[in-house]
C-alpha cells in the first residue's frame, strides 16, 4: 500500500520531470530546461516549478493546477525525506557490515595467531584478499562506474556533463557492496567517497541529485552541516536558496536517521559494531587553550599539509593516467590481480611492520595524568563482541610481556577509523615514537598513492586523515618537547595536521572546516583549522589543482572553473566559436537533411532559422540533437509537404507521449546510426516549431569571453547563441522592471486570486493559440519595420 | 610609515576600482562593470581581475602589469586581513563600552538602592536616559542612516541598490557610539545587526563589503563559520568561490583578534568587562541526549517560534510604518522624545515588574545536583569590579531575606547577555517560574516591538534570542514536569527555543543553524536545531517574509527574491520594459539634447545607436546617466562637429583623471540640475563612443520572463536590452568551447609566459586601435551582408 503509493510518487515526478523538453508551453521552455535537464540536479530542481505550471496549465484547470502544485511540493519535500532515510540506512549498512568483517578479521586473526604467527599471517592475507577481491569483481563485472570515489563524477554530473552509467542503479549497488569489500579488506582507502556516491545514486532516482551529495557527507561524516556546504562548495556549479533549504533538511534527517541507528546499535544488536557515538572522533576533551606561540608550528603543519597534498594530487594524476593508459587496457583480469596484488602487499605491510617495532613499556597507570597504554579499539565500543581478554592484549600481542605495547600496531594492524582515534586521542603524550610515525607515514602514503585509482570503490577522506594526522602529531611531539608546555596535546596536533592535508589535496575551505569540527566536536580550534586550513589551500594551489578537479580533468569531464581563464579577456564571443561554419536548420526540414546533417557532425544542439514574410532571415530557436533522434526514430511528425504543419492541428502532444522526450537518467541514449528509415521516410519533412527552444540566451558576437563565460557557468547553459549586433533596442529591463509586485496595484494584488486569475488565463489563452499556431507566426508579422 | 604605506595602499585600490567604468579597454569593459560598481561590493571582487587587467594594459608594460597583479593581489588580502582586524577590535570596543557602561550602571544603582528605593528608580532611569538620548542624539544629529540594524540596507547594497549614506565613514562612526549608547541603555535591542553593519562600513572603506559582512557577524556572534554562511545565505544575490575563500579569511582573523583581546582582558585591564570566553553562551555541559519522545515539544517551540517570529515582523512592520508615515516625518525632535520615552518605559519595567514578584527561596545547595541560587552576573565574569558584597546580593536586593532570589531580576534587571547566559543555563531546573518567564516574554516581546524602528543602532538577534529562550524554557519546563525524565536540561530548550524564534522572524537556515552551534559550543543539538529550524521557517513563511525582506520592502529598497515571481512565467522580456519608447542617444550627440534628455526622465542607462554605412541601425552600447553628468559637469569632452571624435585624438585618458567616473562610495552623485551649461556650450556636441559600455547583456523580447529574471539575478545586473530576435547566428558556444585550455596546444600552454603573451599582446594592441579609432569603426564595417 505504501510502496505503491510511492511507486506512484516516483512515476508522478518522473513524468513531471520527463515533460519539460516538450512541453507545449514553449514560450516557458527555456534553453535552461533543454541545458539542464539532462545533466544538472541542481539545474532541474530550479526549473520543477515552471514544469508544476506547464503540467498544471496543459490540464486547464487552474483550480486543480493550484492543488497539483501543493502536491508536487509535498512530493517533492517527502522524497527528500526519503533520500535523507536511505542514504541514513545505506550509510549505516556499510559502516556496520565494515565494522562486522574488520572485527571478525582481527579476531579470527589473533586467535590464530596466539599458535602461529605464520598462520595467523596467512588467514589475516586470505581475509583481506577474498574481500578485496569480492570487491574487484564486483566493480569489474557488475558495476564499471562504480569504481574510485566517484566525487569528480558527480561534480561532473551537477555541472552539467553527463558521464554514463554513473547514476544507475547498479552502481548504487556496486558502490555498496563494493566499498565494504574494499574498506573491510583495509586497502588505503575510504568510505566517504563512495558514500557521496551512494546518496548521489539513491537521489538521482527520485530526481535530486544535489540532495543525495549532501546527505552522502552528512551520513559519512555525520556532519549535517558539513554535508550541505560540501554540496554547495564542492559540488554544485549552480545554487539557490531553496535549494540549500532542502538539501539543509535532507541532512538533518540524515542525522537523525543516523543517530537513531547508533542508538540502536548501543544495545549490541550490531555485532561487531559497537556504540560510536554520533560524533566520530570526539576530541572535546583535547587542548583547552593555546598560546600565541604555536601558531607557527601550526603554520608549519599548514605548509606541509599543502606540500604533501600537492605531492599526493601530482603523483595520483601520473599513476592514475599510467593506469589509464597502459594497464587498464589490458581488460578486467588485470584490474582483479592488480587489486590482489595490493591487497597482499597492504596486509603483508601492515602485519609485518609492527614486528619490526620494539615494543614500549606502558606509562605507569596514573589517573592524575590521564595516560595510560594506549586501549584497543574494543575500549571505544567497536568491537564488543570480541572477548575482553583479546581484546586487552590484541596490542601487547606483538610483545612478549604485558604492560608492553606496540605504537606502530596501534595505527597499523588496526582499522582506520580507530587509528584515527588513537592519533587524535588525547591525555596520551608520547603515545608514539617519532620513529614508528615516520615509519607509518611513509608506509601508508605510500600504499594511499598506489592504491589510487584501482578498481575498487574508494575515497581519499580518511586516508588523507590518517596521514595529515600522523604528521601533524609529529610536528606536535616536537612542539611539546621543545616548548615544554604541559597544556599542548598532540592529538589537537594531529587533528590540525588532519585538516592541513586534506585542505591541501582537495583545496576546500569552508565545508572542509565544519566536517573537521563537526567530526571532532571541539569549537575551541574552529580559528585555527581555517588559518591551517587557509594556509594549505594557498600553498597546494601554487602547486596544482584539487584532487577532484585534476582527476576530473584526466577523466575528461570538462569542469567549468569558477574563474574564467586569463586568456578569456582578450577573447570575444565570436573567437571561441571557432571558425566553422554554424549548421543550422529551417524550420520545415527534409528527412534526408536531418540524417545527414546529424551523421555530418556531433553537434548536440542546433539553431533553426526561418523567414519572415518579408524574406528576412530570423531565427526562431533552438533544437536539440536527442529531440530529432526521437523525431526520427518515431516517425509520428513527418509530413509529406514542406508547409508548416497544421497550426490546428492535434498536435504532437497526441502523437507524443510526454516522457519519450525525456532522456533516460545517465545512459546514451539514441544514436543515429540505430534509427533505420525507409527512402520514402527520407523524402517526407519535419516541422521543427513544435520542438525547439524558442528562446535560448544569446549574446552579441564582441562580447567579451570573460562575461560569457560568467554567464554560462552561472546559469548553468549547454549552448549559447552568438549572434551579430542587434539594430534596435525594444526596451531596457531594470531592477525595478522586475518587482512586479510593487508596479501592480495594491487592489490587485489583493484580489490575485480571482482578477490577476483571470488576466493570467486570458493571456496563457492567447499565448496557447500563439503556440497552436506555426510557432512564431505572430512574431512574424509584427516583424515589419516600425 | 606604515600609515602611509597603508594610505598608498587604499589609494590604489581606490584608483583601480575607479579606472573601471572609463578604462580604454572598452571590450573588456563589461556591463557587469557598470552595473555593480557603484553598489555590489561582490560583483566588484568579481571584477577586479579585469580591471587589473585594464590597468596593466594601460600601462602599455606587460611585466609590470605581471608584478602590478601580484602586488594587487597582495593588497587586497593585506585589505581582507585589515578589515578582520578592525572589525575584531571595533567589536571589542563596543563589547567593552556597553559592558562597562552597564555594569557601573547597577553598581551605582545597587549602591543608592541600599538606602532608597526611589532614589534607585531615578538613578537608574537617568542613566538609562542619557545613554539613549547620547545614542539617539548621534543618530539625529550626526548619522541618520546609521539608524536601525542596517542589514536590510546592506544586503540591498550587496543587490545592486545604493542607499544614501549607508557607507560612509560617519555612518561608521555613528553605528559604533549610537549602539554603545542604545544597547548601554538598556533598551530591547541588540548590538549584532549594527555590528555587521560596521564591519560593512569598515570594509567599503577598503572596497570589499561582503568581507565586512561576515566579518561583523563573525565579530558579533564570535562565529567565523557562522559569519560566511550569513554573507553567503542571507546577504549577497550574488557568490562565487574565490570570494568565498577570502571572506573565510577574514572570520577567521576576526575570530583571532577577538580571542586575543579576550585573552588580554583576562588579566582585568577592562574594567567591567570580564573574562568572557570566545564561546557567547556556552552549553556544552547541557543535556547529553535526547529521547524520540522530546522531538514532539521541540516541534512545537518550532511551530511557536514560526508563529512569533512572523507575527514579530506584522507588529513592526506595522510600527514601522506608522512610525514612517506619521510620526518622524516631524522632524529630529520627535524621534529624540520618542527614543527617551522609550528608555523610561524600558527602565521602569526592568525596575518595577521584578518589585512585583515574590521571592524565591534558593534550593539548598546541592553539590551533587549542581543546583544552586543562580548566580549573579559578576560570577560569570562580566562584572568583576562590583564589590563582592553586592555582586551576591544583586538578585537577592530585592527580597527581604539572603538565600532567596528574585527571579524576574535575574533576566529583567540585568543585561541581555546575562540574562540570556542564565536562561540557557543547565542543571538549574525549577530556577523559574512560569509565571515570571511568562510576564517577561510578553512584556519583552511588546518593548522589542515598539522599540523597532526608533532612530538607534539596533540590532534584533539578541532580542530574538531572548524572546526564543524565554517560550523555549517554558516549554522545556512543561516537558520537566510531564516527561519526568531527569536528563532534560530547561536550558537546552531555551536555546532551541532562541532558534526558533530567530528561524521564524529571520529565515535563515542554514547560517543561523552554525551561528546557534557556534554560540552554545554544543554540536550534539545540531540536527535538533536544524529541525527546529525548518519548523519555524516553515511556519513564519507560511504568512510573510522574513524581517529583513519586509524592511527592506517597506524601505523601498529592491530586493530581487532567488525565486522569479509566479506571474513571470507568463510575461516575455518585451512585456517587462512597458510600453514606454525606448529613449535612446546618438553616437554623437548635441549637449543641449543630452540634458533635456537627462531632464525628462530618471532613467539611468541609455542605449546608445549608430549608423552602418550601409544606413542600418546599429547598437553599440550602453551609456549611463552617472557617465553622461560627469561629461557634462567637465565639459573637456565638448566638440564643435557633430562627427565622431578623431580617431587617433589624444583621447579621453589625458582629458579625464582616472577616479573621475567613479561615484562616490554611497553619495548621491551628481545631479542634471547642479550643472551649469552656457548657450555655447548647449550648442555642441559629444562623441559618446569612448564612455560606453558596448555590450550589455541582451535578451530576445519573446524570452520569459523568468528566464530573463534569473539571468539578471545570477548576473547581478542592472541594465538588460531587451531586442528582437535576431537574425543570423554566426556561432554556438558549447561547454567545451569555453575549456580554453584543452583547446590549445599543450606546448603553448607551457610557453604561454612568452608565446601566449606575445600574442595577447599584439591582439591587444590591435583592440586598442580599435577602441582609439571611432569605437566600433571596426564593426561597422564588417556590417556589410556576407
Known amino acids: 500500500m505504501l510502496a505503491n503509493h510511492f511507486q506512484n510518487g516516483i512515476e508522478t515526478a518522473r513524468l513531471v520531470w520527463s515533460r519539460i523538453p516538450n512541453s507545449e508551453e514553449s514560450q516557458l521552455l527555456d534553453d535552461a530546461v533543454a541545458s539542464l535537464k539532462k545533466s544538472d540536479g541542481g539545474g532541474v530542481e530550479s526549473l520543477d516549478y515552471e514544469v508544476v505550471e506547464n503540467f498544471a496549465y496543459r490540464e486547464e484547470q487552474a483550480q486543480r493546477g493550484k492543488l497539483y502544485v501543493s502536491y508536487l511540493l509535498v512530493v517533492k519535500w517527502f522524497f527528500a525525506l526519503l533520500i535523507g532515510i536511505c542514504t541514513g540506512l545505506a550509510a549505516v549498512f556499510i559502516n556496520i557490515a565494515v565494522e562486522n568483517f574488520a572485527g571478525w578479521k582481527f579476531s579470527v586473526t589473533f586467535d590464530i595467531i596466539q599458535k602461529s604467527y605464520v598462520a595467523g599471517f596467512v588467514?589475516?592475507?586470505?581475509?583481506?584478499?577474498?574481500?578485496?577481491?569480492?570487491?574487484?569483481?564486483?566493480?569489474?563485472?557488475?558495476?564499471?562506474?562504480?569504481?574510485?570515489?566517484?566525487?569528480?563524477?558527480?561534480?561532473?554530473?551537477?555541472?552539467?556533463?553527463?558521464?554514463?552509467?554513473i547514476l544507475l542503479f547498479r552502481t548504487l549497488i556496486g558502490k555498496i557492496f563494493g566499498s565494504i569489500g574494499s574498506v573491510g579488506g583495509g586497502l588505503a582507502l575510504g568510505?566517504?567517497?563512495?558514500?557521496?556516491?551512494?546518496?548521489?545514486?539513491?537521489?538521482?532516482?527520485?530526481?535530486?541529485?544535489?540532495?543525495?551529495?549532501?546527505?552522502?557527507?552528512?551520513?559519512?561524516?555525520?556532519?549535517?552541516?558539513?554535508?550541505?556546504?560540501?554540496?554547495?562548495?564542492e559540488v554544485t556549479s549552480w545554487w539557490r536558496s531553496q535549494l540549500m533549504w532542502r538539501v539543509f533538511f535532507t541532512s538533518a534527517v540524515v542525522a537523525v536517521v543516523v543517530r537513531a541507528a547508533m542508538g540502536w546499535c548501543k544495545s549490541g544488536k550490531c555485532g561487531h559494531f559497537g556504540s560510536g557515538g554520533f560524533i566520530i572522533w570526539d576530541i572535546s576533551d583535547g587542548q583547552e587553550d593555546y598560546s600565541f606561540a604555536e601558531l607557527l608550528p601550526m603554520a608549519i603543519i599548514g605548509v606541509i599539509g599543502g606540500l604533501l597534498g600537492a605531492l599526493f594530487n601530482q603523483l595520483t594524476l601520473y599513476i592514475t593516467t599510467w593506469r589509464r593508459n597502459y594497464l587498464h587496457k589490458k581488460g578486467n583480469r588485470v584490474k582483479i590481480i592488480e587489486a590482489c596484488l595490493l591487497s597482499f602487499l597492504t596486509s603483508a605491510i601492515s602485519f609485518g611492520l609492527p614486528l619490526l617495532r620494539k615494543c614500549t613499556p606502558c606509562p605507569d597507570s596514573d589517573l592524575a595524568s590521564g595516560i595510560e597504554c594506549p586501549r584497543p579499539p574494543g575500549m571505544y565500543g567497536n568491537y564488543v563482541n570480541i572477548d575482553a581478554i583479546v581484546i586487552l592484549s590484541i596490542f601487547q600481542f606483538f610483545c612478549s610481556k604485558d604492560k608492553e605495547y606496540n605504537d606502530l600496531a596501534t595505527i597499523f594492524f588496526n582499522?582506520?577509523?580507530?587509528?584515527?582515534?588513537?592519533?587524535?586521542?588525547?591525555?596520551?603524550?608520547?603515545?608514539?615514537?617519532?620513529?614508528?610515525?615516520?615509519?607509518?607515514?611513509?608506509?601508508?602514503?605510500?600504499?594511499?598513492?598506489?592504491?589510487?585509482?584501482?578498481?575498487?570503490?574508494?575515497?581519499?577522506?580518511?586516508?588523507?586523515?590518517?596521514?595529515?594526522?600522523?604528521?601533524?602529531?609529529?610536528?606536535?611531539?616536537?612542539?611539546?618537547?621543545?616548548?615544554r608546555k604541559l597544556n599542548i596535546e598532540e592529538g589537537t596536533y594531529a587533528l590540525l595536521g588532519a585538516a592541513?592535508?586534506?585542505?591541501?589535496?582537495?583545496?576546500?575551505?569552508?565545508?572542509?572546516?565544519?566536517?573537521?569540527?563537526?567530526?571532532s566536536n571541539n569549537l575551541k580550534f574552529l580559528p585555527l583549522i581555517m588559518l591551517v586550513l587557509l594556509i594549505s589551500k594557498a600553498v597546494g594551489d601554487a602547486f596544482n589543482e584539487g584532487i577532484y578537479e585534476e582527476q576530473a580533468q584526466l577523466r575528461g569531464i570538462p569542469l567549468l572553473e569558477s574563474k574564467p581563464k586569463y586568456e578569456m579577456r582578450n577573447m570575444t564571443a565570436k573567437e571561441a566559436c571557432g571558425s566553422g561554419r554554424v549548421i543550422s536548420f529551417?524550420?520545415?526540414?527534409?528527412?534526408?537533411?536531418?540524417?545527414?546533417?546529424?551523421?555530418?557532425?556531433?553537434?548536440?544542439?542546433?539553431?533553426?532559422?526561418?523567414?519572415?514574410?518579408?524574406?528576412?532571415?530570423?531565427?526562431?530557436?533552438?533544437?536539440?540533437?536527442?529531440?530529432?533522434?526521437?523525431?526520427?526514430?518515431?516517425?509520428?511528425?513527418?509530413?509529406?509537404?514542406?508547409?508548416?504543419?497544421?497550426?490546428?492541428?492535434?498536435?504532437?502532444?497526441?502523437?507524443?507521449?510526454?516522457?519519450?522526450?525525456?532522456?533516460?537518467?545517465?545512459?546514451?541514449?539514441?544514436?543515429?546510426?540505430?534509427?533505420?528509415?525507409?527512402?520514402?521516410?527520407?523524402?517526407?519533412?519535419?516541422?521543427?516549431?513544435?520542438?525547439?527552444?524558442?528562446?535560448?540566451?544569446?549574446?552579441?558576437?564582441?562580447?567579451?569571453?570573460?562575461?560569457?563565460?560568467?554567464l554560462f557557468r552561472q546559469l548553468g547553459l549547454r549552448h549559447l547563441f552568438v549572434v551579430p549586433r542587434p539594430s534596435r533596442v525594444l526596451g531596457l529591463i531594470t531592477r525595478k522592471d522586475l518587482l512586479i509586485e510593487d508596479k501592480e496595484n495594491v487592489n490587485t494584488l489583493e484580489l490575485q486570486s480571482t482578477s490577476v486569475r483571470i488576466r493570467h488565463q486570458n493571456k496563457r489563452l492567447t499565448r496557447n493559440i500563439d503556440v497552436e499556431r506555426p510557432l512564431l507566426n505572430g512574431l512574424l508579422q509584427n516583424q515589419t519595420p516600425d
Chains 1, 2 share one sequence.
Do not use: W
Open 415 to 483: 582499522t582506520q577509523d580507530d587509528a584515527i582515534r588513537n592519533l587524535f586521542s588525547a591525555k596520551t603524550i608520547n603515545e608514539y615514537s617519532s620513529q614508528s610515525l615516520l615509519t607509518f607515514l611513509v608506509m601508508f602514503y605510500a600504499l594511499a598513492v598506489i592504491t589510487f585509482g584501482t578498481a575498487v570503490p574508494a575515497g581519499q577522506f580518511v586516508p588523507g586523515i590518517m596521514i595529515g594526522s600522523t604528521y601533524g602529531r609529529l610536528v606536535g611531539m616536537f612542539v611539546v618537547k621543545y616548548y
Open 586 to 710: 529551417p524550420r520545415v526540414v527534409k528527412v534526408s537533411d536531418v540524417v545527414s546533417i546529424l551523421r555530418s557532425n556531433k553537434h548536440n544542439g542546433f539553431p533553426v532559422i526561418d523567414h519572415t514574410r518579408s524574406g528576412e532571415p530570423l531565427v526562431i530557436g533552438l533544437v536539440l540533437r536527442s529531440h530529432l533522434l526521437v523525431i526520427l526514430q518515431s516517425k509520428v511528425d513527418f509530413q509529406h509537404t514542406p508547409l508548416p504543419s497544421d497550426p490546428r492541428g492535434a498536435g504532437r502532444s497526441i502523437r507524443h507521449d510526454s516522457g519519450e522526450f525525456a532522456k533516460p537518467v545517465s545512459s546514451k541514449g539514441i544514436c543515429i546510426d540505430d534509427i533505420h528509415l525507409s527512402s520514402d521516410d527520407l523524402e517526407m519533412y519535419i516541422d521543427l516549431a513544435p520542438f525547439l527552444n524558442p528562446s535560448p540566451y544569446i549574446v552579441p558576437e564582441d562580447m567579451s569571453l570573460t562575461k560569457v563565460y560568467n
Open 191 to 233: 568510505k566517504e567517497g563512495p558514500l557521496v556516491h551512494t546518496g548521489a545514486c539513491i537521489a538521482s532516482l527520485l530526481g535530486q541529485v544535489t540532495c543525495g551529495c549532501a546527505a552522502g557527507v552528512a551520513a559519512a561524516f555525520r556532519a549535517p552541516v558539513g554535508g550541505v556546504l560540501f554540496a554547495l562548495e
Open 123 to 165: 588467514v589475516y592475507v586470505l581475509i583481506n584478499l577474498v574481500l578485496v577481491y569480492s570487491s574487484v569483481y564486483i566493480i569489474t563485472q557488475f558495476a564499471p562506474a562504480a569504481a574510485g570515489s566517484g566525487i569528480p563524477e558527480i561534480k561532473g554530473y551537477l555541472n552539467g556533463v553527463d558521464i554514463h552509467g
Open 500 to 519: 592541513s592535508f586534506l585542505g591541501g589535496s582537495m583545496r576546500m575551505t569552508v565545508s572542509l572546516c565544519v566536517i573537521m569540527v563537526e567530526i
